[in-house]
């Protein structure tokens, strides 16, 4: 029954979460629902709403001149659209049998219950800060929101020294690198895996290694974490790895992020196998009415393995929220699922990967050939073509697509896009070679890199079936 009993009466919707997921499916909701008809309430526990996240290492960096770029919509442009919406305010408790949750003034330790007859929970992830000496002590950033990204750079500005080691290879350990370069520091990176960009095969990764060392980056792969290690001051002065020590003015985490599903857990919502919410395809929370769920700590779909996946993605988010949105503003809307693509960047060299990789089909039980190759971005006689270098997974004997990785120089992350719509639409390689891809020479070359690796798997599934 609705909180205000009447059926028609006015009903409320709280969100918890104020960023991609938490807010657009609140100024979706609004969109299909006025205020006479549906209240918002939506608490955010730091400053901002509505932000990238991904843009921050730009702004550390200097390529994005100033924080308020990488906000989307602000606080007051919510409020003006009736969204009644808290900042530093942060929900501690779901009563899901009595519709209501509880909040606490971060600032003030206030705190207060509002009912709900419909929830979304769209709290995030939190950065992975493994539980070792030093992890806490000044000097020491994770980057997951615009507060860190603000106190980031408020220690740069204080710090004199020039020795940044970033903790983590995957995309915010290598994106923090580059800016840490850009802004005039020593970077040296730690990686417990064998190469950088875990999301890639190893002999992919080896290739970002190697173009991080070309910028000056000192890359130490295989090395364990031990220690933060702290001056008489107190600040982080080094990273301590089993067999050595790295000196530090400034250390930058980059090694990953959970889902921040906590409320959810106590509440007895249901979690997957990596600490997500789970789903239905209408992002509605698994054996709950009016619970809905979506961003980054939720699970999702692989189209390609079919099994659940924790991606933390702005993508994804944005597409949460438009379909929780839609389903709480008394319309429809599915997600279907995700293909796994994304895309990064270290100074010039692109990096992009969409599907499965190896250990990810032979988890899965797919039997597969795998071809790479080499080519270039433009044709080659054009001026500025660049090497790119194109890996490519196909299931043996049916030769469906399952994965593509591509590292290269400029024009090669968004290639991509082209398998990742290939994957979606379940074609296999041979059907990829006869897409009609725009052609010209400042382009591409005749036959476009993706598709001479899709020739190459055809030709390779034709021998083995």
């Known amino acids: ?166 903790v983590g290879a995957g995309y915010i350990g290598v994106e923090m690198a580059e800016a840490m370069i850009k802004r005039g520091y020593e970077v040296t990176v730690v990686n417990r895996g064998r190469e950088p960009m875990a999301t890639l095969d190893p002999d992919m990764g080896r290739l970002v290694h190697e173009a991080m060392e070309g910028l000056g980056i000192t890359m130490v792969n295989d090395a364990e974490v031990t220690a933060l290690l702290t001056g008489d001051d107190g600040r982080v002065r080094a990273v301590a790895t089993e067999d050595a020590e790295h000196p530090a003015d400034v250390v930058v985490l980059g090694i990953g992020v959970r889902p921040e599903t906590a409320l959810a857990r106590a509440a007895g919502l249901p979690l997957g196998e990596h600490g997500g919410l789970l789903t239905d395809r209408s992002m509605r929370v698994r054996g709950q009415e009016e619970v809905w769920a979506g961003g980054d700590c939720v699970e999702v779909l692989d189209l390609v393995s079919g099994q659940q996946r924790h991606i933390p993605l702005g993508t994804h988010a944005n597409k949460h929220g438009q379909v929780i949105g839609a389903n709480v503003g008394g319309g429809y809307a599915t997600f279907p699922g995700v293909v796994g693509t994304a895309v990064s960047k270290v100074c010039d060299l692109e990096i992009a990967r969409t599907g499965l990789r190896e250990k990810d089909a032979h988890r899965v039980g797919l039997r597969f050939e795998t071809v790479t190759v080499e080519s270039t971005s433009r044709a080659g006689y054009y001026p500025d073509a660049s090497p790119m270098t194109v890996k490519m ?60 690796a899709a020739r190459k798997a055809a030709g390779r599934i034709r021998g083995t079936g």
């Open 1 to 166: 029954m609705s909180m205000n009993g009447a059926r028609g009466a006015r009903e409320r919707l709280v969100v918890i979460g104020g960023d991609a997921a938490g807010m657009s499916a609140a100024s979706q909701a609004r969109r299909l629902k006025g205020p006479d008809e549906l209240e918002i309430v939506a608490f955010e526990r730091g400053h901002f709403t509505s932000y990238s996240a991904c843009g921050i290492p730009y702004w550390v960096s200097g390529d994005v001149p100033e924080r308020d770029r990488l906000i989307a919509r602000t606080p007051e442009e919510h409020r003006a659209r009736d969204i009644d919406l808290r900042l530093r305010t942060e929900v501690t408790e779901l009563d899901l049998d009595r519709g209501r949750v509880r909040a606490r003034d971060v600032d003030s330790g206030a705190e207060s219950w509002t009912s709900y007859d419909k929830l979304v929970i769209a709290t995030g992830a939190q950065p992975i800060r493994p539980d070792l000496p030093g992890m806490d002590a000044p000097g020491v950033h994770g980057v997951q929101t615009l507060d860190d990204g603000q106190a980031l750079l408020d220690t740069l500005a204080r710090t004199s020294g020039r020795r940044a080691v970033v």
């Open 393 to 452: 997974l196909a299931e043996v004997r049916t030769g469906r697509l399952l994965g593509v990785q591509i590292v290269g120089r400029e024009g090669a992350g968004k290639r991509v896009d082209i398998a990742a719509v290939a994957l979606t639409a379940g074609m296999t390689v041979d059907q990829m070679t006869a897409l009609d891809l725009g052609y010209a020479p400042p382009f591409s070359p005749v036959w476009d890199p993706v598709l001479v």
